[in-house]
């Protein structure tokens, strides 16, 4: 039966009143009319849907209580990875920060956009021709959970965008949070139900955030800002960041009214000192200021390292301090067999947690604080960094001296300390389970071999079991194996069987990357294939680099290695060691043997774009910045992150930037990445 004119005008017209209060109460915090009248309308709306179940729509007021539960949350990969932000505790580090952009950028001065830090939890809210269509976490940056139901019920994030001419696709990303007062009453509501108190707000927004059970996100007092546009399809967006905070305002965001457009490095320090003064009078929970590059173009041109960029950074304020009692010192050993102090306290509630532990990092730290077992000390925490002890307080009356185990407390291998080097390790490498484990998971994670399916709990079961003991016996497993574990069925076996033959296809750099040499990260793993273009080339300059790793002048270890762009001393002597141990070469051995292979030396090196250089700008389809990187080099060309006259193509995606421009002026060719490919055939 077709729903009458006038029921579906009224609902839209409700459905536009409720929008409307909704903004005015959660956003600008100016409502316009009462609990009661708000709840007469909301009660018209629902009456009208309930009698036409044609009438909903996914920006209806309604659809913010929450639904029927769901089982788990689903992956999401963002189209634009969510990148973390570097921290600074100091006002050298703000000032090298701010000397390392106008480095880059060649200028003398810089804009930023100064803005608090809010203690939250980060969130991407997909909109789709004006109507929100999915949110999700943060997650590990490339792939979050799908937490749109949950999110749909936090009243200031809008159903739809306050605009007559929505973009086709628009990301928007903020933090979602809790309010002093929101905390307050939450933890009033646990004790009265006789449940478990929150300990700060912070916890109770990811808590709230990530309930199977949206009915029970509705019922939590939670509140969202927003601080950026992410991927987005149909529009250009702003020049600048703070016209970024104008248009999502317009759109019907909450932005924080105190972000500032300052000046250079005394511009950043004074809204700091602000800041930092007017904290505790904040409704919510800040731990710090970040600073952005307010030019949208210039932060194309700076670009970024590693998983954060270059163009900001998170100034952290200094850390809560507390006093408690060093009772004890355990030493847990890492994957690459570093083994680091743990204290372990008389639990103390610092920084908005209970603490009990305590990192130590090392001897070294350890002898420069002149701590031993039994003395009172002063312990620090602020936000997620790790606790650490900063000072003795008052010595103890019966102190014990940490002492570096000679044999490591989980193998009972020899644990050794190189002169000149601050860690201490286990020498036992992937013979040592807690090596080994950490090695596994390393070498199955993501940004390595990516074997969807083998965690940590499965990992587990398997080195429990006898059934792996290194790297290649992954590519040993079969699906009968795996499907008589704990929790594993034959389907989900055959879901990881068929992970695992998929990572056999790989690229040098990740190889590198997943094996887990000390201080090799994904960028020097990348510059070593780069370099070298082949494992045997690398394991050959490694060889011969080997008598030379323990010179007493860094100018002389390893000069094969050291002829790779930013490796040092230290990680070429990382490198040189990793290859020159047995065992090592082994698992290399037989993980090539099993079939774990990548583009061949000789066809990077005669392959299509030998010789060439290639910069890439812009959010490419499909695929990320990393891959197209991969997909260069494995056809002989060079990855360059500037554009100049010897540039000889600019791949360019979606919001491309200052390179693009640049490349136009140059008359460097631009490709998409459909062009790319047709290049490299």
């Not at 696709?169 to 929150?198: C, D, I, M, S, W």
């Not at 009692?325 to 890492?334: A, I, T």
């Not at 070294?364 to 039994?374: H, P, T």
């Not at 290399?588 to 079939?595: E, T």
């Amino acid at each position: 039966m077709p729903v009458p004119a006038a029921a579906r005008a009224r609902a839209e017209q409700l459905r536009r009143e409720l929008n409307e209060h909704n903004y005015r109460y959660y956003v600008l915090d100016a409502p316009t009319v009462s609990d009661a009248e708000f709840d007469a309308l909301f009660r018209e709306l629902q009456e009208l849907e309930r009698h036409h179940p044609e009438l909903p729509t996914p920006d209806s007021p309604t659809q913010r209580v929450g639904g029927a539960p769901r089982a788990d949350f689903a992956p999401v990969r963002h189209r634009l990875p969510m990148q973390s932000l570097n921290n600074c505790f100091s006002e050298d580090e703000l000032r090298e920060f701010d000397r390392r952009v106008r480095e880059g950028l060649r200028r003398d001065a810089v804009e930023y956009v100064a803005e608090p830090k809010l203690d939250g939890l980060a969130i991407s809210l997909v909109y789709e021709h004006g109507v929100f269509a999915r949110g999700a976490t943060r997650g590990d940056g490339e792939t979050g959970e799908d937490i749109t139901e949950n999110l749909r019920t936090v009243r200031s994030i809008p159903l739809r965008l306050r605009t007559g001419h929505p973009p086709r696709l628009a990301e928007v990303r903020g933090e979602v949070y809790l309010p002093h007062k929101g905390f307050e009453r939450l933890n009033r509501q646990q004790a009265e139900r006789g449940e478990k108190t929150f300990v700060n707000p912070r916890n109770a927004a990811a808590g709230s955030l990530r309930q199977l059970d949206p009915r029970i996100t509705a019922s939590r007092p939670l509140a969202f800002y927003a601080y950026a546009l992410g991927h987005r399809e149909g529009f250009q967006g702003p020049r600048t960041h703070f016209e970024v905070l104008a248009l999502l305002r317009e759109w019907g965001f909450a932005v924080s009214g105190l972000a500032e457009i300052v000046d250079g490095f005394d511009g950043c320090r004074r809204y700091y000192e602000r800041l930092a003064q007017r904290r505790a009078t904040l409704p919510y929970d800040i731990d710090g200021v970040v600073y952005k590059v307010n030019d949208i173009a210039s932060r194309e041109e700076l670009g970024s390292v590693a998983r954060a960029p270059r163009w900001a950074v998170a100034h952290k304020f200094p850390a809560e301090e507390a006093v408690t009692v060093l009772e004890n010192v355990e030493f847990q050993v890492g994957r690459t067999g570093v083994l680091t102090p743990v204290a372990r306290l008389r639990p103390v509630f610092v920084g908005g947690a209970n603490v009990g532990n305590a990192t130590l990092h090392n001897m070294d730290e350890i002898a420069r604080l002149a701590v031993e077992i039994g003395d009172e000390v002063v312990v620090r925490r602020a936000g997620d960094v790790i606790p650490e002890i900063v000072r003795v307080q008052r010595p103890g009356a019966q102190r014990r001296a940490i002492r570096l185990p000679a044999h490591c407390p989980v193998c009972g291998g020899t644990v050794e300390r190189a002169e000149g080097e601050v860690a201490a390790r286990c020498m036992n490498g992937l013979s040592c389970r807690a090596q080994l484990h950490g090695a596994l998971l390393h070498f199955v994670s993501r940004r390595a071999m990516d074997v969807e399916g083998l965690g940590e709990k499965l990992l587990a079961q398997l080195v429990g079991a006898g059934r792996v003991s290194s790297p290649a016996d992954i590519y040993r497993l079969d699906a009968a194996t795996l499907a008589g574990l704990e929790r594993m069925g034959e389907k989900s076996a055959e879901n990881v069987m068929a992970a695992v033959g998929k990572s056999k296809q790989t690229t040098l750099a990740r190889f590198l990357y997943a094996l887990g040499i000390p201080d090799v990260g994904e960028a020097t793993a990348r510059d070593l294939a780069a370099h070298f273009g082949s494992l045997e080339a690398l394991m050959e300059a490694a060889e011969q680099d080997a008598p030379t790793t323990h010179a007493a002048k860094d100018k002389d270890r390893c000069p094969r290695l050291r002829q790779v762009p930013d490796v040092g001393p230290v990680v070429a002597a990382c490198v040189s060691h990793f290859f020159g141990e047995p065992r090592n070469r082994e698992v290399i051995r037989a993980l090539r043997d099993a079939g774990v292979s990548w583009p061949a030396a000789e066809k990077a090196a005669g392959g299509a774009l030998a010789g060439k250089t290639l910069v890439l700008t812009g959010t490419l389809p499909g695929m990320n910045r990393d891959e197209a990187a991969e997909l260069i080099l494995a056809h002989g060309g060079t990855v360059s992150g500037s554009v100049s006259k010897r540039t000889d193509y600019v791949v360019a995606g979606a919001d491309a930037g200052s390179k693009l421009e640049k490349a136009q002026k140059l008359g460097v060719p631009v490709l998409d990445l459909d062009g790319l490919r047709r290049l490299i055939g």
